[in-house]
């Protein structure tokens, strides 16, 4: 299929994307000694549309004697949009994509760090889902927690290329590409400080921590859902959130105590 199928019936504008991103609800739940997320509310009832004045007293009457009924129709699952899109109705993954696109790109960010890279990596997540169509995993319909799984892996290749890519381009033409080790360190640093100091120590865990921990922290998702997701039992979903927290709260100790020892006398 073309990769027009990415773009959604009528163009849209892409979300905006500020360094801001990964300071939301996201870091706070990983800085409240990243405590299990809060179960995420049922999906009430719709209440039923008002009817105009002169039906409104049969409608209450009927609905006194049968229940209330909601006439409102049911959006369809992400699976059931998945599998229109297969079937030729291309109009179904530019919902899919309208639907999960900001969420995406919030757990590419926290990856890659990098506005334009997490566009990119937005794209090759979504790209991924089409390709893998037919083996994508669905919670109760919702492919939410498959994408943001995806997200992980996608954004920790595309950084590891970019990086490559880089290093290439400085051996090409050391005159013009060629980045210093200071200039390096510097970048390094204003990433870390763009980021703050937990999301820079969360890009320095391995992929099944941060997979983990967006996936229960961050995003607050049920171990269930989170395990068959991932394909591991329940059990070992709480095993490696125990570990990913300490692990996080390890590196988030040593950052702290590397930047006592860099910062000048001054500002200790």
């Known amino acids: 299929?073309?990769?027009?199928?990415?773009?959604?019936?009528?163009?849209?504008?892409?979300?905006?994307?500020?360094?801001?991103?990964?300071?939301?609800?996201?870091?706070?739940?990983?800085q409240a000694t990243l405590a299990p997320g809060r179960p995420r509310p049922?999906?009430?009832r719709v209440p039923p549309v008002a009817a105009p004045p002169d039906r409104q007293g049969s409608r209450a009457?009927?609905?006194?004697?049968?229940?209330?009924?909601?006439?409102?129709?049911?959006?369809?699952?992400?699976?059931?949009?998945?599998?229109?899109?297969?079937?030729g109705q291309s109009y179904a993954f530019g919902l899919l994509y309208d639907r999960h696109k900001r969420r995406?790109?919030?757990?590419?960010?926290?990856i890659v760090a990098h506005r334009e890279d997490?566009?990119?990596?937005?794209?090759?997540?979504?790209?991924?889902?089409?390709?893998?169509?037919?083996?994508?995993r669905d919670i109760d319909g919702s492919i939410l927690p498959w994408l943001l799984a995806t997200s992980v892996n996608v954004g920790r290749t595309l950084r590891r290329n970019r990086g490559r890519y880089r290093t290439f381009l400085g051996g090409l033409h050391p005159e013009d590409g060629h980045v210093s080790e200071a200039d390096s360190v510097d970048r390094r640093l204003e990433r870390?400080?763009?980021?703050g100091?937990?999301?820079?120590?969360?890009?320095?865990?391995?992929?099944?921590?941060?997979?983990?921990?967006l996936l229960c922290v961050?995003?607050?998702?049920?171990?269930?859902?989170?395990?068959?997701?991932?394909?591991?039992?329940?059990?070992?979903?709480?095993?490696?959130?125990?570990?990913?927290?300490?692990?996080?709260?390890?590196?988030?100790e040593l950052d702290e105590s590397l930047g006592r020892e860099r910062a000048p006398e001054g500002r200790r």
């Open 1 to 30: 299929m073309p990769l027009a199928v990415l773009a959604p019936p009528h163009p849209t504008p892409r979300p905006a994307l500020t360094a801001d991103a990964p300071r939301n609800g996201g870091r706070m739940a990983l």
């Open 118 to 136: 997490a566009e990119d990596a937005a794209a090759l997540v979504f790209l991924e889902t089409w390709r893998r169509r037919a083996v994508v």
């Open 61 to 87: 009457v009927r609905e006194r004697e049968v229940g209330a009924v909601d006439d409102t129709p049911a959006e369809p699952s992400d699976i059931a949009l998945l599998r229109e899109a297969d079937s």
């Open 197 to 213: 100091p937990t999301w820079a120590a969360f890009a320095k865990l391995n992929a099944k921590e941060q997979t983990i921990l």
């Open 218 to 252: 961050v995003e607050e998702l049920p171990q269930e859902e989170v395990a068959a997701t991932l394909g591991i039992p329940v059990g070992t979903v709480k095993s490696r959130l125990s570990r990913a927290k300490e692990r996080l709260r390890r590196q988030m």
């Open 104 to 110: 995406v790109l919030n757990a590419c960010y926290r």
């Open 192 to 195: 870390a400080a763009a980021l």
């Open 42 to 44: 049922g999906s009430g």
